[in-house]
């Protein structure tokens, strides 16, 4: 599966941004997630969707900001960022198909190539 990132972009703090993964092969019963990488730092989980408990997770810092959802019709996934703050600043990444049982380690069988947020103050 080839994963597409796009969306990413400078907002101000407090603004919202959406960021859209297209792939190139049909989603519906594939897990994806979205992760992110600030600058100096490793790669975290923000959120993500899987299929086995058709459950959406999400991080703390995620929770009641960000929204995971999914068009399987046209092979897409979103992640919507409201209220982001300079600390959402990093490169964002989708993944699909964890290689392991976890859904929050980033281990996964495809990756996008990222989309950069930046968030001013």
């Known amino acids: 599966v080839q994963l597409q990132a796009s969306g990413g972009g400078l907002v101000q703090a407090g603004g919202s941004l959406r960021l859209s993964c297209a792939a190139s092969?049909?989603?519906?019963?594939?897990?994806m997630a979205w992760f992110r990488q600030a600058s100096g730092k490793e790669r975290e989980f923000v959120t993500g969707?899987?299929?086995?408990?058709?459950?959406?997770y999400y991080s703390d810092s995620a929770k009641g900001r960000f929204t995971f959802s999914r068009d399987s019709s046209k092979n897409t996934v979103f992640l919507t960022m409201n209220n982001l703050k300079p600390e959402d600043t990093a490169v964002y990444y989708c993944?699909?198909?964890?290689?392991?049982?976890?859904?929050?380690?980033?281990?996964?069988?495809?990756w996008g190539q990222g989309t950069h947020v930046t968030v001013s103050s």
């Open positions: 993944a699909a198909e964890p290689m392991g049982s976890s859904y929050s380690i980033p281990q996964y069988k495809f």
């Open positions: 092969r049909n989603i519906f019963r594939k897990s």
């Open positions: 969707f899987r299929w086995t408990d058709g459950e959406t």
